[in-house]
Antibody, heavy 119, light 111 residues
């Protein structure tokens, strides 16, 4: 059974880069035709799709974040990662990694990690 | 403002059925059969309940069903149970450069 676990700093300073990693266990990130993505949820608000990477390496980003976002895969570590640059307080949220057979249907999620942007 | 429109809240009594709507446009909900529904309990990660408009992942109760008519998708929960009380989000593929859009979420209260 595939499982995902997010990791990374819980506090990031304004203007710096937020970096998170999602470790995949129970299967290989490169052997499945899955989308590997990131979704975030500001406190008390709804879900926002950040972007996804297909197992082939193709990436898809939310245009509102595209200029600041990079999603990549490290097959040697069975991980995928998120980098969000020039963060502000508006980027404070719970960040989830998730995967699924289509970009819209993520059936496996990590538990989420809270990231606060503050000096 | 979310790209997909959901009612902020719905409620129902145990045993009853409720329907949550998700309204988009012909560029998303109406144009593709890639609508998903997620259930989220407080402090927990979302759980996929319906994908591709009306398909249930393995392990999801058949009390949950999905449908679509025009630009509006719907999630119906029959035989309401206390454990169904949660937030529900719809999402859809969109032909705009956004790729994926979510609804604002609907809080379901089981009375």
């Amino acid at each position: 059974q595939l499982q995902l676990q997010e990791s990374g700093p819980g506090l990031v300073k304004p203007s710096e880069t937020l970096s998170l990693t999602c470790t995949v266990s129970g299967g290989s990130i490169s052997s499945s035709s899955y989308y590997w993505g990131w979704i975030r949820q500001p406190p008390g608000k709804g879900l926002e799709w950040i972007g996804s990477i297909y197992y082939s390496g193709s990436t898809y980003y939310n245009p509102s974040l595209k200029s600041r976002v990079t999603i990549s895969v490290d097959t040697s570590k069975n991980q995928f990662s998120l980098k969000l640059s020039s963060v502000t307080a508006a980027d404070t949220a719970v960040y989830y990694c998730a995967t699924g057979a289509t970009v819209t249907s993520s059936d496996i999620w990590g538990q989420g990690t809270m990231v606060t942007v503050s000096s | 403002q979310s790209a997909l429109t959901q009612p902020a809240s719905v409620s129902g009594s145990p045993g009853q059925s409720i329907t949550i709507s998700c309204t988009g446009t012909s560029s998303d909900v109406g144009g593709y059969n890639y609508v998903s529904w997620y259930q989220q309990h407080p402090g927990k990660a979302p759980k996929l309940m319906i994908y591709d408009v009306s398909n249930r992942p393995s392990g999801v109760s058949n009390r949950f069903s999905g449908s679509k008519s025009g630009n509006t998708a719907s999630l119906t929960i029959s035989g309401l149970q206390a454990e169904d009380e949660a937030d529900y989000y719809c999402s859809s593929y969109t032909s705009s450069s956004t790729y994926v859009v979510f609804g604002g979420g609907t809080k379901l209260t089981v009375l």
